[in-house]
């Protein structure tokens, strides 16, 4: 699995949950970070080479763990490596929607934010520097919940929390109100896909 940093850790702590026996290779794309205020077609790029050195280094399945390449780039590498399994990581707008009547948080990189239209129930919290500040003060918890304190008192109205860029997932401990995540989803097809 790829990301461009700490992020796509939450979804690989997810996927060694669900499948203990499965051996993973993480690749932290440092060097092209951060991917959120890039041109869709830079991400694609991007994303092209680390699939070729996951590929390159024995893989036989591979893990977008970061929302912002899945948007930009999923539909595309799935045509250029027809063979290879796919797996994305898509925010998990439809179990918040459905578990309340209340608004929901989304919170996203810009470059998620844009590329996809929702319900008049999510409100679009677009975060330009949020995945970097997580990746400065990770594991930090204390540095952590101050950021997870911030974001939240930044928007009103809203009833729950999707985590729209998997960096987020590191601030859900610190959240006051009820999150949803999409790194579970991913391990569940993950599993179905490999056994
Ligand atoms: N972790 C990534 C995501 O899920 C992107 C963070 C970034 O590099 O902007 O969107």
């Known amino acids: 699995m790829f990301d461009s940093g700490v992020g796509g ?8 949950r669900e499948l203990p026996n499965v051996s993973f290779l993480y690749l932290d794309d440092g ?9 869709r077609e830079e991400v694609i790029d991007i994303s092209e080479k680390c699939v070729r050195r996951l590929i390159g280094a024995g893989c036989n399945a591979v893990v977008v763990a970061c929302n912002t390449a899945t948007a930009c ?13 796919i797996i994305g990581t898509e925010p998990a ?11 929901v948080l989304l919170l996203a990189t810009p470059l998620t934010a844009k590329l996809k ?12 520097t949020l995945a970097s500040e997580i990746e400065r003060v990770y594991p930090n918890p204390y540095k952590l919940a101050e950021l997870a304190h911030a974001v939240e008192n930044k928007y009103r109205g809203f009833s729950s929390i999707v985590t729209g860029c998997t960096h987020y997932a590191h601030l859900i401990p ?3 109100r009820p999150v949803f995540d999409g790194a579970d989803g991913v391990a569940k097809r993950l599993k179905n896909l490999l056994l």
């Open 9 to 16: 850790l939450s979804v690989l702590s997810a996927c060694k």
């Open 31 to 39: 060097e092209n970070r951060p991917y959120g205020d890039k041109s």
């Open 73 to 85: 780039a999923v539909g595309t590498l799935r045509k250029r490596f027809p063979t290879l399994p």
């Open 93 to 103: 707008v439809k179990p918040a929607l459905a578990s309340s009547d209340g608004k």
């Open 117 to 128: 239209e929702y319900s008049d129930r999510v409100i679009i919290g677009e975060e330009r």
């Open 174 to 176: 610190y959240f006051t």
